[in-house]
């Protein structure tokens, strides 16, 4: 574990902070008509259409569920109702932290500054980090920056808004795709991994690793 404090601790939220359910969403709308199997590739491509629909031009949340729907029925042969989209995206301002996040957050925040920079929509964020129970420094979305993540400019943003630069901070995400494969590629040198067990650890990325953010505070020397 690395022993460096920055000045701000940044966060992926979806999926890192709060339990962004999108499986769970697919299942209880389309779990009734399709079987076992095709749930569960449907759940899959799901996800991989929603990282390869952000890797363009910035569109509104809503239309990157609809057309990831909308792709992911057209593969596994289910009908694609508009509604049914919009059922999933209404969902995600409900959800709320991961068990371990508001105690392990608490130990931090009175610190360490806490910033969340997050592929959302000023509409959707402000509900979900309500629930998170610790002041945040900095809401950052995608809307406001004009591009989601993976892509660099959100992290560019980030840093011109904090007055900071890539140095100054530790970053923690619980994807590689979405957050800790750019964050190296802009040279932040402290970055923790929360592994969920949403994507296998790659060393090569040169992170810490912790199960759950209880295990923040020490990632930033607090501990």
């Not at 969403?25 to 590739?41: D, F, H, I, K, N």
Request: proline share 6%.
């Amino acid at each position: 574990m690395t022993r460096f404090r920055p000045k701000y601790i940044t966060f992926d939220c979806y999926g890192t902070l709060t339990n962004f359910d999108m499986a769970g969403a697919a299942r209880r709308v389309y779990g009734a008509e399709l079987s076992p199997a095709v749930m569960t590739q449907f759940i899959k491509d799901f996800s991989a259409y929603r990282l390869d629909e952000v890797l363009g031009a910035w569109k509104p949340y809503s239309e990157v569920v609809h057309n990831s729907v909308e792709r992911a029925c057209k593969r596994n042969n289910v009908t694609f109702r508009p509604e049914d989209a919009q059922r999933i995206y209404s969902e995600i301002p409900t959800w709320g932290p991961h068990p371990d996040v508001p105690a392990g957050l608490a130990k931090v925040a009175k610190e360490i500054p806490l910033v969340i920079l997050s592929n959302s929509m000023k509409s959707l964020i402000m509900s979900n980090v309500e629930k998170l129970g610790v002041p945040f420094h900095m809401v950052i979305t995608a809307e406001e920056t004009g591009t989601y993540k993976p892509h660099m400019k959100g992290f560019e943003y980030m840093f011109d808004k904090l007055g900071c630069g890539p140095e100054d901070i530790t970053h923690v995400s619980s994807s590689f795709r979405y957050d800790l494969m750019t964050a190296y590629d802009l040279g932040i040198k402290s970055k923790v991994w929360v592994n969920r067990g949403h994507e296998p650890a790659n060393p090569y990325y040169e992170y810490s690793e912790i199960k759950d953010i209880g295990g923040l505070a020490g990632a930033v020397g607090l501990e």
